[in-house]
């Protein structure tokens, strides 16, 4: 919890309160707003988005967060312990507190479901894929691999557009990575926190994040893992069927952060560390204007099978196939 609170304190907040109407004009904006709800107030990251789109560099987009419901988890603490001051950070940006999801999706045309709990998603999701409304689905996007492949099987039934991401994937050092700043990436190693949450795949809860930056860099493509586990740290190591290795080592104890270093044919660079939460909603608010998803759902489905084998490799000692 210590570790996950030196994270979060990274961020500067500023406050300050908006009056929203449909037509605003106090920063360059004219025409109707594009209105988002919230799910979940329990996360830090209610609080932060809503920032960046209301009142941050992203306010002139024409979004608008305007209603929130604030219930998430119901058993875990650290969540249950920012609700009330989110809530009130919130009303503070003028964004309404409803009672139901029902009332949310009435007033909204875009859904950021951010409840801190993995296992409230998919009935959360349920909701909006059935209201046919675009939707983000913060990390992580299920507790296991079983609920996130019913949520996606859930939107395409539906034909609903949805994606779940770290911020972390959007680093600029992933970003020029990406754009092929030290040619083809022959392997890479990453580092993160590491807490556990005991109604989740260990990995999914918070090492979710050194996941993502390691897929980022790789692409898809892993075929084995195997882990090392011990009370303050562990290491997966990831064998892609190319023969390039990825490994993320997790933090627990001691001095943390979420970075790495990618090795590539023309170079070896670093990534992160965390710099805010910025770029991830640029790219949500660019897929709510498009419909397009930046993230494939194979490429998440992979990311939690990894976890999963990851998970298993923990108890076997041995390694695990995806």
């Known amino acids: 919890m210590n570790s996950r609170r030196k994270f979060i304190t990274q961020l500067s907040l500023v406050g300050g309160g908006l009056l929203l109407h449909n037509e605003i004009t106090a920063q360059g904006i004219k025409g109707k707003v594009k209105k988002i709800g919230?799910?979940?107030?329990?996360?830090?990251?209610?609080?932060?988005?809503?920032k960046d789109i209301n009142e941050g560099k992203l306010s002139d987009r024409g979004y608008r967060v305007v209603?929130?419901?604030?219930?998430?988890?119901?058993?875990?603490?650290?969540?249950?312990q920012m609700k009330p001051n989110i809530i009130k950070a919130m009303e503070g940006m003028g964004v309404r507190i409803v009672d139901s999801i029902t009332v949310l999706l009435k007033e909204v045309d875009y859904v950021l479901l951010e409840s801190n709990d993995g296992r409230v998603h998919l009935e959360q999701a349920k909701e909006v894929i059935k209201a046919k409304k675009p939707l983000f689905i913060d990390k992580p996007m299920g507790q296991d691999l079983k609920n996130v492949e019913a949520?996606?099987?859930?939107?395409?039934?539906?034909?609903?557009?949805?994606?779940?991401?770290?911020?972390?994937?959007?680093?600029?050092?992933?970003l020029q990575v990406k754009e092929g700043s030290?040619?083809?990436?022959?392997g890479a190693d990453v580092y993160t926190y590491a807490e556990?949450?005991?109604?989740?795949?260990?990995?999914a809860w918070y090492m979710i994040h050194g996941v993502e930056m390691l897929y980022t860099v790789m692409?898809?493509?892993?075929?084995?893992?195997?882990?090392?586990?011990?009370?303050?740290?562990?290491?997966?190591?990831?064998?892609?069927?190319?023969?390039?290795?990825?490994?993320?080592?997790?933090?627990?104890?001691?001095?943390?952060?979420?970075?790495?270093t990618v090795f590539g044919e023309t170079g070896i660079v670093p990534i992160g560390p965390f710099d805010g939460y910025g770029p991830l909603v640029k790219e949500i608010l660019d897929f709510f204007d498009t419909g397009v998803v930046p993230v494939q759902p194979e490429e998440t489905l992979e990311i939690f099978k990894f976890m999963e084998a990851a998970q298993r490799s923990r108890f076997s000692g041995r390694y695990e196939y995806l």
Not at 67 to 80: E, F, N, R, T, V
Not at 151 to 174: C, M
Not at 182 to 186: A, D, N, T
């Open 38 to 50: 919230v799910i979940g107030l329990d996360t830090s990251h209610s609080e932060m988005f809503t």
């Open 196 to 203: 556990l949450e005991p109604h989740h795949i260990d990995l």
């Open 67 to 80: 209603a929130a419901y604030p219930h998430g988890s119901k058993d875990i603490p650290s969540a249950l």
């Open 182 to 186: 030290v040619g083809k990436v022959l």
């Open 151 to 174: 949520i996606f099987k859930l939107a395409a039934d539906n034909k609903v557009p949805l994606f779940s991401s770290s911020s972390l994937r959007y680093d600029a050092h992933v």
């Open 219 to 260: 692409g898809t493509g892993c075929e084995k893992v195997i882990r090392t586990f011990s009370e303050g740290q562990e290491l997966v190591t990831g064998y892609w069927k190319d023969g390039r290795i990825g490994s993320v080592r997790g933090i627990r104890t001691g001095a943390n952060n979420i970075a790495g």
